[in-house]
Nanobody, 124 residues
Framework: QVQLRESGGGLVQPGGSLRLSCAAS????????MGWFRQAPGKEREFVAA????????SYADSVKGRFTISRDNTKNTVYLQMNSLKPEDTAVYYC?????????????????WGQGTQVTVSS
């Protein structure tokens, strides 16, 4: 059983930056594909970014390309989401997810484990 815990959320002004972290425990982290998703009030959970277990393959939602960067440190069992040039529409609860697989899933239904989420609010 894999446990995931997100951190790093908060309130930031438009144009600002935040770095989210997701610490994993209870599994062989280096064998898991990791993803970030977000859910705004009244909306469905949506894909943000994903990274393959080797770190060599990445995927981003069009809405965050060029602004967000996903990365991982398998020695620390942690995946990161660097968010720059934040916009009010990025406001949401951000979740990290894990799947034991070599593939790079972008669909929430393909992930096996989820964190509790961290709130990101972009507002002036």
């Amino acid at each position: 059983q894999v446990q995931l815990r997100e951190s790093g959320g908060g309130l930031v002004q438009p144009g600002g930056s935040l770095r989210l972290s997701c610490a994993a425990s209870g599994g062989t982290f280096s064998r898991y594909a990791m993803g970030w998703f977000r859910q705004a009030p009244g909306k469905e959970r949506e894909f943000v970014a994903a990274i393959r277990w080797t770190g060599g393959s990445l995927s981003y939602a069009d809405s965050v390309k060029g602004r967000f960067t996903i990365s991982r440190d398998n020695t620390k069992n942690t995946v990161y989401l660097q968010m720059n040039s934040l916009k009010p529409e990025d406001t949401a609860v951000y979740y990290c997810a894990a799947k034991y697989a070599l593939i790079l899933p972008t669909d929430a239904g393909n992930y096996d484990y989820w964190g509790q989420g961290t709130q990101v609010t972009v507002s002036s």
